[in-house]
């Protein structure tokens, strides 16, 4: 795709914003790219739709072209929307014993494999005491299976009756659990090849008694259109809390990831890479985006180029204010940046020896309005007074402060921060380099 895309795109290789005509031609192939990567097909639609709204009019990075830094725009969208609210990737709520967690899904997505993957987790990495209960009863040998698994994990299971109801197995687990002082007690549930009433029937019953406080949906992440009609029964008739995700280790793209993530809102909270005890880790959404799109070389190109960009601006600036220059077209692409940047700690942090003068800054109560403002106050100035404020007197001032549509004051403000951060330039300019980091702690 990055080849197909590198045709397509290269052809694009004007600078500034990105126009809809840009964005479109990127977005066809960023649609074909997730749908390759199995993500089904309404989710793929909103999420191009919602990505085209967001990329159109930004500015495109030199060195890239528009379709790179589409790529880029997407990328950053998909690892938002897969990770949404972070805390609560690879975590569970285990706090109050016995903590039930409930595993469902289809058969063959993984359940019983990843709950006693989990039951390792919670035990190695978090101290927990957990108790493991096979509810499946509709195959023979599966509490077997899971019996097996905690012997060899060293998790106890709950012992085996045969002829019990899931429902009665789950209460037997609950009370067990309750009794020997367990943490955590996990129930995995039997699948079905698809979803019928029967099962969701069941699970639910289940679910009643159980009253969990993870339900995790365990879907296969090679499964494709199909994983969304899975996620949309389970999510609405028994309401999960998470997903984890399987067979991550294969050859899938991972589309599942952000079908899972757009039908039911619930965060996917680990993958399974293998059928080791071992094979579990908790959800990175970066490696999953790059997964699903398959550009991961065009994103970290777009990210180096913004980087270099940044530290030539930086180092351009450093040189003029070594040189003692220092006006106000100076002035606004610091505040500009500040803007940018979000704020003074990430600006000055991309120049040496500048938090002293960071913390002045932003001791003297700087918000983003008051930059706009000053922004504002630069840009009603000439040519000329920009380069050399020092020519302002009474009538200039009034007419720069009318054009800004404030007072003279505040121009003054303005004026008098420019002549202290100057000086300051100046002199930071005639220490040199190596003077200036020591003068300012470095
Ligand atoms: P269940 O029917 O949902 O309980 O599924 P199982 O836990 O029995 O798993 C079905 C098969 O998938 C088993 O052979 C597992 O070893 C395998 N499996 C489960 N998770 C993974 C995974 O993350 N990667 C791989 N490669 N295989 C897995
Ligand atoms: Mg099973």
């Known amino acids: 795709l990055s080849e197909r895309l590198g045709g397509v795109l290269d052809k694009l290789t004007r600078q500034g914003a990105l126009s809809e005509a840009d964005v479109s031609t990127a977005l066809r192939e960023v649609r074909v790219a997730l749908l390759e990567a199995d993500v089904s097909l309404p989710v793929a639609r909103d999420f191009v739709k919602a990505v085209q709204e967001k990329a159109t009019g930004q500015n495109v990075t030199k060195s890239v072209t528009p379709g790179q830094q589409v790529v880029k725009i997407v990328h950053d969208e998909l690892v938002h929307v897969l990770a949404g609210d972070t805390k609560d990737i690879g975590a569970l709520k285990v706090d109050s014993p016995p903590a039930p967690i409930l595993m469902v899904g289809l058969q063959g997505g993984g359940k019983t494999t990843t709950t006693a993957k989990l039951a390792k987790h919670l035990t190695e990495k978090q101290g927990k005491r957990v108790l493991m209960a096979s509810l499946d009863t509709s195959r023979p040998a599966a509490m077997e299976q899971l019996e097996t698994l905690g012997r060899q994990i060293n998790v106890d299971t709950l012992p085996i009756v045969k002829g019990q109801s899931p429902v009665d197995i789950a209460k037997r687990a609950k009370q067990q659990a309750t009794l020997g002082g367990y943490d955590v007690f996990m129930l995995d549930t039997a699948g079905r090849l698809s979803i019928d009433d029967a099962l969701m029937a069941e699970v639910a019953a289940v679910r009643d008694v159980a009253k969990p406080h993870e339900t995790l949906l365990v879907v296969d992440g090679l499964t494709g259109q199909d994983a969304v009609n899975t996620a949309e029964n389970f999510d609405s008739r028994i309401g999960i809390t998470g997903v984890v995700l399987t067979r991550m280790d294969g050859d899938g793209r991972g589309g599942a990831a952000l079908s899972m993530r757009a039908v039911t809102g619930q965060p996917i909270k680990f993958v399974g890479l293998g059928e080791k005890m071992d094979a579990l880790e908790p959800f990175h959404a970066e490696r999953v985006a790059g997964r699903i799109l398959g550009m991961g070389d065009i994103v970290a190109l777009v990210e180096k180029a913004q980087e270099t960009i940044e530290a030539e601006q930086a180092e351009r600036m450093m040189k003029r204010f070594q040189k003692g220059q220092f006006n106000m077209n100076d002035l606004r692409n610091q505040l500009e940046q500040m803007i940018k940047m979000g704020g003074m700690q990430g600006m000055m942090g991309m120049m040496p020896g500048m938090g002293k003068m960071a913390k002045q800054i932003e001791d003297a109560g700087f918000d983003d309005k008051i930059l706009k403002r000053q922004i504002a106050l630069i840009q009603s100035m000439t040519?000329?007074?920009?380069?050399?404020?020092?020519?302002?007197?009474?009538?200039?001032?009034?007419?720069?402060?009318?054009?800004?549509?404030?007072?003279?004051?505040?121009?003054?403000?303005?004026?008098?921060?420019?002549?202290?951060?100057?000086?300051?330039?100046?002199?930071?300019?005639?220490?040199?380099?190596k003077g200036l980091m020591r003068q300012l702690g470095g």
């Open 383 to 433: 040519k000329k007074e920009r380069a050399n404020p020092a020519i302002l007197q009474a009538s200039r001032k009034k007419r720069i402060a009318r054009g800004a549509g404030l007072e003279v004051s505040e121009l003054n403000k303005l004026l008098k921060m420019h002549r202290q951060m100057a000086d300051m330039m100046k002199k930071m300019g005639k220490m040199g380099k």
